[in-house]
């Protein structure tokens, strides 16, 4: 009885570690985890009317390599780009005032999102480990087009680009190894 039980324990955490979702947090949540274990911040920027963001939370971010990568290597952070959630940022405030709760659809855009840059849906945002940001990747990606953005950021290949034409180069030579 002994050894079926381990057996169907040992099935049972191989399965879940296959199915790891990933923990979203605020960016405040991420700010103090970087505290104790500094990662970078993967922030996914999105709105809750655009559809590709919702493609990307369905079929990139379900994807069992893109969540497995992002909750080894990053704090995941939800960011509602048109929401009323108050962040503060290297001491500044940032808000919403034209946030309207009885709106459908569109909605006031965020401070924060406009301090981002932020210029469409989805847009994905990657913060070095003392919360700078690094750089913007807009539009919906597939897993192994996202992989790219994913590994180039937590090695800091993004560092040694002086040109465009480098990124282009380790673009053309990066071989993904997430499955589609």
């Known amino acids: 009885m002994k050894k079926q039980t381990l057996l169907l324990i040992a099935i049972l955490s191989t399965s879940f570690s296959f199915a790891q979702q990933i923990q979203w947090m605020t960016l405040a949540e991420a ?13 996914d920027v999105y709105t809750d009317w655009c559809g590709p963001c919702k ?11 893109v969540s497995k990568y992002i909750s080894e ?5 939800k960011f509602n780009a048109e929401g009323q959630e108050e962040i503060i940022f290297f001491d500044q405030v940032y808000t919403n005032p034209k946030y309207d709760p009885n709106r459908k659809g569109r909605n006031g855009t965020h401070q924060f ?10 847009t994905m945002v990657f913060f070095s480990e003392n919360g700078d940001p690094i750089m913007p990747v807009v539009g919906y990606l597939k897993p192994q087009q996202l992989e790219l953005y994913l590994k180039m950021i937590k090695q800091g290949d993004y560092q040694v680009f002086s040109k465009p034409e480098d990124f282009e180069k380790y ?3 990066f071989i993904p190894r997430f499955r589609g």
């Open 31 to 43: 700010i103090e985890a970087q505290k104790v274990n500094p990662k970078k911040i993967f922030m």
């Open 55 to 65: 493609l990307l939370d369905k079929n990139t971010f379900q994807n069992p390599d």
């Open 73 to 77: 290597h990053f704090y995941a952070v």
């Open 113 to 122: 999102t406009q301090y981002l840059g932020v210029k469409g849906y989805p």
């Open 171 to 173: 673009q053309k030579s």
